[in-house]
């Protein structure tokens, strides 16, 4: 596949990032969105088309790569990172991006994700969580609700279900963050920050499986309940959310609970977000927060700077380079004990 | 003899005057507890034989515990070291001469050696206890259970202690810890070898704590000095040394050789060079020297497991890097997923499978060659893979360079089907001048006009390879099915065939780039043996020893597995039999079967274990009469 149009990166567009590809994904997927906001965002960021690399496994989240006018990979399932991995330790200035689901990123790829995090390999994973199987047509995956009855767990599902973030922040993953397929703006920004992130980003996105599984964001997207059911994150204030602004998060001990603004309780009494934090309990703090007794935090829960796994691999190139001098094949070969026959003579021979 | 002044070994006694008789090639094991040092007692013998000019070959063998218990059976460590003065294709069939540190080692060892060989013991450790150890009801030094042999029983223990009484800022137990070269000292004694090698590594390798070195020093010494003083190693023998070509030599074992071979080929492309590993058994060398080279701009990965190994290997192909994996059998188990991608993608890598004992978990530390079809076959759908096989430690060296030569070739992954038994086995090797090796032609492709990511070279069939970066090439490229060409995902029936023809016949197309078989022996006759990887050497032995008995045998050792030797057919039917000999129960036979149609016999073992001489001759005799 390929598209040859060629632009200088000042003018690109959206349009130059749309393969020719059709997107085959169910009418009303949350997919089109995130593809939308991708394609809106990658213009803006001032990355040469050809240095930008898309990298999935298998699902449904998977086919994005097919569908973006850049360099990809549509690979196996679960093993996108490790695909992003070798390529960013052979070419560390381009700008990857790995498309995943819940399926494919934290059951067949779980021990990938963890260690690409791990390493802080400089790449960016969106992780669509819709919370099903989608592409093997509505089986319960490994974000499903306890209980959750799907066509694999008829009676529901008996396991305790991951949560993302807390696993990305268990990761030492240094860029964690959370957004929603329909709400575009949020959604952009959290994506452009995600691509200036030096290490890996993890950014899981709540989209709705129109087919398997409707209803599981409603809290988030319906325009009625969401602002009061979620926490829009921004560093250095307060932590207030509600329709009218008169909720908030307060600590009580290492518990944070939610508060009403008024009758005695101001701002000051919040809890401040701060994105920087080296330490991550803040950030786990937040992830651990959701319904039925909290807002779903959504945002940037960590931004920190650590050196990447490329910039380390490289240094010690260098720095055994500095010690040793450029590889000298003659050199090497004689890094042993050597002996040398001088007469000729006729043996056997070898 | 002056640098042995001063020690004294057995006060009182002087040397002895000894005889010197010439032998051709000799073979000596140590064998001791897997702490007793063996492994390096063994590569210091043979070290010091090669400085002298010897052809050496050897077999180490440990066990794949650690620290198993000390002192049984499961703990022995053996190293047997082949040394000659003619050419030697293997370590030798039976030893000659086995040094046992302790009972378990002489128990485990003795079946092999030959019946009248010698045995030297380290009497000290010859106890009540490590005897029930080793599951002796009574001493075999002292009944007569080793009738025939030539026992000699020293008390290494004793006399090493004794020499190093005056050493100070040494415990007890780091003086125990020189007894293996007291024993190797004796053995240098025996062997008429000088210690200068040896001495000279200990001086290197201790450099910081010199009273280990001096500890070290004088136990070496005063083994040579007890031999010279001793009645019973009046006799000694002597290897001259062979002739060869002029050159340059070192020992190198496969493992190392695979790792010159890689970095050779990426520095002679200009490309960086991914490994992207897991460690396994016996295949982590490969990783150790690798990831000491890194002047060489060469990119180690440890990954989190095989798999990961495997998919960092196609993404660093997919960014233009020289990328290889090294593994064993068990990893192949878990790369086939990804190796099966890279047959679909269509990228140059590399994948390196030192084969070990299976099936699962096996034998890790003993030597098969049971992984050919797996290989060949072990993915779902039709996945051509080519597969090569060095035959000698040296030869991995080569082997990894043609691997790139022809994974770049023809855009495709290349198996390197190695060993256990080449990866820690040793040979001379006449160091080359790099800039007299073949160097990889790479091209990245950067123009855009007419491109498609599955446009194909006419001749090779390879699809371009594209470095990301380059403006204007944007594309897409996947596991799904797609229509050749273009690339575009496709399920169409013509479109799938069609891509499932070019693969196999872009595979079949290596044919043309790689050399025919070559024969050892007579045109055509009564027999062709016919072998693949390490068995080389036991089977071109046991050809000479036929060949010289008059038979009329002929030996081909197929390094190219996949494809075959274009002339592959028509050698085989040059001879009224075919002999197959391998270490698995008959896969390359089976190839053979299906691709010529030809009926051969076979000659399988499966016990962790090379072949001997001696079995390969046997069955020689047995067709050839
Ligand atoms: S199955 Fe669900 S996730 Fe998959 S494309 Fe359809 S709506 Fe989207």
């Known amino acids: 596949m390929t598209d040859t149009v060629q632009r200088p990166t000042a003018s690109l567009t959206r349009k130059d990032f749309v393969s020719n590809q059709e997107v085959r994904w169910c009418p009303g997927c949350g997919d089109y969105s995130i593809l939308a906001q991708m394609q809106k965002v990658l213009p803006e960021l001032g990355i040469p088309r050809e240095k930008i690399v898309f990298i999935s496994g298998i699902g449904c989240s998977s086919r994005f790569p097919y569908y973006m006018n850049t360099y990809g990979i549509h690979s ?16 560390p200035d381009l700008s990857i991006w790995v498309v995943t689901g819940d399926g494919d990123g934290l059951s067949i790829g779980g021990n990938h994700l963890l260690h690409c995090l791990r390493r802080n390999v400089d790449i960016n994973i969106l992780l669509f969580n819709n919370r099903i199987y989608g592409l093997t047509k509505g089986q ?104 009218n602004h008169d909720k908030g998060i307060r600590l009580n001990g290492l518990k944070p609970e939610v508060v009403s603004l008024g009758s005695g309780v101001t701002e000051a009494n919040l809890l401040v977000h701060d994105e920087f934090a080296e330490d991550p309990t803040l950030a786990h703090l937040l992830s651990r927060m959701g319904p039925p007794n909290f807002p779903t935090p959504v945002g940037i829960f960590r931004c920190v700077e650590k050196p990447t796994y490329s910039e380390l691999m490289l240094g010690q190139v260098e720095e055994m380079t500095r010690q040793r001098g450029a590889g000298d094949l003659v050199k090497l070969y004689r890094q042993a004990d050597i002996w040398v026959v001088n007469e000729a003579s006729e043996g056997n021979g070898r | 003899m002056s640098d042995l002044v001063g020690v004294v070994p057995s006060p009182g006694k002087q040397p002895v005057d000894s005889i010197l008789e010439e032998v051709d090639t000799v073979a000596v094991r140590f064998a001791g507890d897997s702490g007793d040092g063996m492994q390096l007692t063994g590569t210091q013998f043979t070290n010091a034989s090669a400085v002298l000019g010897n052809d050496v070959s050897t077999l180490p063998d440990f066990p794949a515990e650690i620290r198993a218990p000390a002192g049984t059976l499961a703990g022995v460590s053996g190293f047997q070291v082949s040394i000659s003065s003619h050419d030697i294709y293997t370590p030798g069939d039976a030893p000659q001469v086995l040094v046992a540190m302790n009972p378990a080692a002489l128990k485990a060892n003795l079946p092999d050696l030959e019946p009248e060989g010698t045995i030297i013991v380290n009497s000290d450790n010859f106890t009540p206890p490590n005897l029930k150890k080793a599951g002796y009801d009574s001493n075999p030094v002292e009944d007569d259970s080793l009738r025939g042999h030539q026992v000699i029983a020293v008390p290494i223990s004793t006399l090493n202690r004794n020499a190093l009484e005056d050493i100070e800022g040494l415990s007890n137990k780091e003086k125990d810890r020189c007894q293996n070269f007291f024993a190797l000292g004796l053995t240098f004694w025996m062997y008429d070898r000088t210690l200068d090698t040896t001495l000279k590594w200990i ?89 000491a080279m890194k002047n060489f701009d060469v990119r180690t990965f440890q990954a989190e497991d095989e798999i990961a190994a495997m998919g960092a290997v196609i993404g660093a192909a997919f960014g233009g890097a020289f990328a290889v994996t090294g593994t064993s059998g068990p990893g192949i188990c878990l790369k086939s997923e990804a190796m099966n991608l890279a047959v679909a993608l269509e990228l140059p890598m590399v994948i390196i499978d030192v084969q070990r004992g299976g099936p699962s978990t096996g034998l890790p530390t003993k030597t098969e060659q049971t992984d050919l079809l797996q290989v060949m076959f072990g993915r779902n759908g039709e996945s051509p893979m080519p597969v090569l096989a060095p035959c000698a430690p040296a030869d991995c060296f080569t082997m990894a360079i043609e691997a790139f030569r022809l994974a770049v070739r023809a855009m495709h992954p290349v198996v390197v089907l190695s060993d256990g038994y080449l990866a820690n086995s040793s040979e001379p090797w006449r160091i080359p001048d790099p800039e007299e090796l073949p160097a990889i032609e790479v091209r990245h492709r950067t123009d855009p006009e007419g491109f498609f990511p599955y446009i194909r070279d006419e001749e090779t069939l390879a699809r371009p390879w594209v470095l990301p ?68 050497g036991a089977i071109r032995s046991a050809v000479m020893d036929a060949q010289s008995a008059g038979k009329s045998v002929a030996h081909a050792h197929i390094r190219y597995l996949n494809p075959f030797p274009r002339n592959l057919g028509e050698v085989l039917s040059r001879y009224r039999q075919v002999l197959v000999a391998e270490m698995n129960l008959g896969q390359l036979a089976m190839l053979l079967n299906v691709r010529y149609a030809r009926r051969v016999t076979q000659l399988n073992k499966v016990q962790g274990r090379p072949f001997k001489i001696a079995e390969i001759l046997r069955k020689i005799n047995e067709i050839v009469r």
């Open chain 1, 76 to 91: 196996i399932h679960g093993r996108a990172p490790t695909l992003a991995t070798g390529l960013a330790c052979v070419h």
């Open chain 1, 140 to 243: 319960y995956s490994p974000t499903s609700r306890p209980g959750h009855k799907t066509k694999s767990s008829p009676m529901g599902t008996i396991e305790q279900s991951f949560n993302s973030l807390s696993v990305a922040l268990g990761a030492e993953g240094t860029f964690v963050a959370r957004a929603v397929d329909v709400h575009t703006k949020q959604l952009a920004y959290v994506l452009k920050r995600a691509a200036e992130h030096k290490g890996t980003s993890f950014v899981e996105i709540c989209q709705t499986c129109i087919v398997f599984n409707p209803h599981e964001w409603d809290y988030v997207t319906d325009a009625d309940v969401k602002d009061d059911s979620t926490l829009m994150l921004e560093h250095g204030q307060p932590m207030i959310f509600g329709k």
């Open chain 2, 203 to 291: 001086q290197e390798k201790f450099e910081r704590r010199p009273e280990v070195a001096e500890a070290n020093a004088r136990a070496l010494k005063a083994g040579y000095h007890y031999g010279e003083t001793t009645e019973a190693f009046r006799h000694r023998c002597r290897v001259p040394r062979m002739t060869v070509q002029p050159g340059t030599y070192r020992k190198l074992t496969g493992n190392e050789a695979m790792a010159l071979g890689l970095v050779t080929a990426a520095r002679r492309a200009g490309q960086t060079l991914f490994y992207g590993s897991y460690p396994i058994t016996p295949a982590s060398d490969i990783l150790h020297e690798l990831a």
């Open chain 2, 469 to 536: 970066g380059t403006p204007g090439l944007e594309h897409r490229i996947g596991g799904l099915g797609k229509q050749d060409v273009t690339g575009y995902v496709s399920y169409d029936p013509q479109d799938h065939e069609h891509m499932v023809k070019i693969q196999a016949e872009k595979v079949a197309r290596l044919a043309n780039a790689i050399p025919e078989q070559p024969v050892f022996g007579p045109e055509k006759g009564d027999l062709l043996v016919v072998g693949w990887g390490s068995t080389f």
